[in-house]
């Protein structure tokens, strides 16, 4: 059985910093597509970061380059978020996902499974 968990997240200041880590058991994230997604009020889904399965290859929205970094560890089975210089527009739940190797990544329908969610809140 796949299990994302996630862990990290909080109520942080404007241009303050946060980490977010996810825990995979079941499957291995070096041979996964991972992503990290966030959900504001009203707003549908949005990939912010990928890293694909085998060579880690990494992507980022427009919103995120240059602030958030994603990274994966291996040998603990866990992909982490580095949020950096954090905003008011950050402020959103945000779900690690893993999806197949060698596949699409950038829309949630391509992805099998998915952390419980953790809230970021960014006060200005």
């Given at each position: 059985q796949?299990q994302l968990?996630q862990s990290?997240?909080g ?6 910093s ?14 996964s ?7 504001a009020p009203g707003?549908e889904h949005?990939?912010i970061a990928a890293?694909?399965?085998g ?5 980022y929205?427009?919103?995120?380059a240059?602030?958030?970094?994603i990274?994966?560890d291996?040998?603990k089975?866990?992909?982490d978020l580095?949020?950096?210089k954090?905003?008011p527009e950050d ?16 829309h949630p329908t391509d992805y ?6 953790t809230q970021?809140?960014?006060a200005?």
């Amino acid at each position: 059985q796949v299990q994302l968990v996630q862990s990290g997240g909080g109520l942080v200041q404007a241009g303050d910093s946060l980490r977010l880590s996810c825990t995979a058991s079941g499957r291995a994230v070096g041979s996964s597509n991972m992503g990290w997604f966030r959900q504001a009020p009203g707003k549908e889904h949005e990939l912010i970061a990928a890293i694909s399965g085998g060579i880690g290859y990494t992507s980022y929205a427009d919103s995120v380059a240059g602030r958030f970094t994603i990274s994966r560890d291996i040998n603990k089975n866990t992909v982490d978020l580095q949020m950096n210089k954090l905003k008011p527009e950050d402020t959103a739940i945000y779900y690690c996902a893993a999806g197949s190797r060698g596949g699409p990544y950038q829309h949630p329908t391509d992805y099998n499974y998915w952390g419980q969610g953790t809230q970021v809140t960014v006060a200005s």
